[in-house]
């Protein structure tokens, strides 16, 4: 009985273990997402709308198999701007359930990046639950770091989405998609208990493991612009 016990504990411990990992890993991956899409001065995120942003979403690999409504399409990050305007938060994590993602759905595996722009999609992000296209106005984000950002569609807009697949970056609708927190990536990270309002607007210390995506988010837009 005492070795079924002990075993019992040594898989629970590495359960735990996996789901840290798996915690640490996606932040890892968002990192790469981030720097990857950066990188590229004609097909990234153009930088007078990332100065601007109040908050960045990254949503690494999301996979093919789960664009059915309804379904879980990922898990990802959520990084704001400090009170002051300079440098981001520790991240909060976000689940992606539902709507449509245009012509990207064919792509086998997508990454999937969201700019809030302004203070008032800020607070709708950190709450528990909220559709874009319903709750906060989305447009699908230009693409290229000189790219004419202030179209309309821009500065209406409270939400700017991206994604990327099979090498492509682009643009792209994400109307329906529903954003919730994910509570078991925050106390992964940050134990039980936490919320993302309480996470962003608290100052906490980031995790180690976001400490990639932070300085990357830093190197390319460290303080927000008016």
């Known amino acids: 009985m005492r070795l079924l016990i002990a075993g019992f504990i040594l898989v629970l411990a590495a359960f735990g273990a996996d789901k840290d990992s798996d915690t640490t890993k996606r932040l890892a991956n968002a990192a790469t997402v981030f720097e990857e899409i950066m990188g590229t001065a004609d097909k990234s995120i153009p ?6 942003s109040q908050c960045a979403v990254i949503v ?3 996979k093919k198999g789960a664009f059915i409504v309804g379904a879980k399409y990922g898990r990802g990050f959520v990084f704001c701007r400090n009170a002051n305007g300079t440098g981001w938060s520790a991240p909060g994590a976000v689940r992606v359930e539902g709507g449509s993602f245009g012509l990207q759905i ?10 809030v722009m302004n203070a008032k999609g800020a607070e709708r992000l950190l709450s528990n639950k909220f559709t ?5 106005s989305a447009a699908a984000g230009p693409v ?6 202030d179209t309309d569609a821009t500065l209406r807009a409270e939400i700017l989405t991206w994604s990327r697949a099979r090498g492509v970056f682009a643009g792209v609708s994400l109307q329906g998609a529903t954003l919730r927190q994910d509570g078991d990536a925050l106390t992964d990270l940050y134990g039980s208990g936490q919320t993302n309002k309480q996470i962003v607007e608290s100052g906490k210390p980031a995790p180690a493991a976001a400490q990639k995506v932070l300085d990357l988010l830093n190197k390319y837009s460290a303080r927000k612009v008016s």
């Open 60 to 62: 690494p690999g999301l």
């Open 144 to 149: 290229g770091r000189t790219a004419q950002a």
């Open 106 to 115: 064919g792509g086998s595996e997508t990454d999937v990046v969201m700019l």
């Open 132 to 136: 874009i296209g319903a709750d906060a």
């Open 47 to 52: 930088q007078k709308i990332l100065d601007k």
